[in-house]
């Protein structure tokens, strides 16, 4: 398995082994990987020639340097999980120096609004990070097709728009969200919380499933309603936001439109880690 930690070794590597017809899957995590992270790699494993994953904690997305500081860091044991998959995984683990030369910073993006909802409401700058270090990746790598997991649904409908923004030849593709046994989206925040905390915290894709059943014949507005009361009952969970939009402009749901597809987001904090999560109820 070949490990590139600085970007010039990494671009130099790939120009050699690239060609019209070799394709380049991409799968760009901040690392501690899970079986999310895991079937992401599968997926490009399968579909191309070249397979890179790139393990970078990226800095300029975190808008709490609490957060930063605590988000958890194993890129030993991420390589190994890689290996017993396929040796033939190109990592790229880069330094913020190497990526970011001499300047954190963030560039600003407009995404035509989908950045100020959720995420982007309660995270100031927070996708302005995303873009940024997804495009330096983009332009590092310039892989044919690249993976997101869809637990970051805003997120992946922002990197789709940068893509077209910026006109980028590369195919961003959404994967469906891998779950623990107990409903609890897969996430690399999982691990801080404690084993009693992440079994109550099934509450979260319970509450996304009753949402489906709820909005049959409730409003967004009343499902809200019953998801503030639903936390506010449940103790170390505190309810940050809860919103039904729809999925291309993911704007909040004021009347229901039968031509549009709604999707159900959500964010908790257990015992004050930060979860978030999301449901299709269009389906």
């Not at 890129?75 to 190994?80: A, F, N, Q, S």
């Not at 909802?117 to 495009?135: A, C, L, N, S």
């Not at 992440?198 to 319970?206: L, V």
């Amino acid at each position: 398995m070949l490990v590139f930690s600085q970007k010039s070794k990494l671009t130099t590597y790939l120009a050699s082994q690239t060609s019209e017809h070799k394709t380049i899957g991409f799968v760009p995590t901040m690392g501690a990987l899970h079986s999310g992270h895991i079937s992401l790699i599968k997926n490009a494993l399968k579909n191309n020639n070249i397979t890179v994953v790139s393990i970078f904690v990226n800095p300029t997305q975190f808008n709490n340097s609490d957060d930063l500081k605590k988000y958890p860091r194993t890129l030993e044991k991420d390589i190994e999980k890689i290996k017993k998959i396929s040796d033939k995984v190109i990592v790229f683990a880069p330094s913020v120096e190497d990526i970011y030369d001499k300047s954190v910073k963030s560039v600003s993006f407009d995404f035509d609004g989908i950045e100020n909802q959720m995420e982007g409401k309660h995270r100031p700058g927070h996708f302005d990070g995303v873009g940024t270090i997804v495009k330096k990746l983009f332009e590092i790598v310039k892989p044919n097709n690249a993976y997101f997991g869809e637990k970051d649904f805003q997120q992946l409908q922002i990197i789709k728009k940068m893509v077209a923004k910026e006109n980028l030849i590369v195919n961003i593709i959404g994967c469906e969200i891998l779950r623990e046994s107990n409903g609890l989206a897969m996430s690399s925040r999982n691990e801080r919380l404690s084993k009693e905390t992440r079994e109550k915290s099934a509450i979260i894709f319970k509450f996304l499933k009753r949402t489906k059943v709820l909005f049959q014949n409730k409003s967004a507005q009343e499902i809200s309603k019953i998801a503030a009361k639903t936390f506010k009952n449940t103790n170390n969970f505190e309810l940050e936001y809860f919103e039904i939009c729809d999925e291309e402009k993911l704007l909040p749901c004021l009347r229901k439109n039968k031509l549009k597809k709604y999707r159900a987001f959500i964010a908790v904090y257990a015992d004050g880690v930060r979860l978030i999560d999301n449901i299709s109820i269009s389906e």
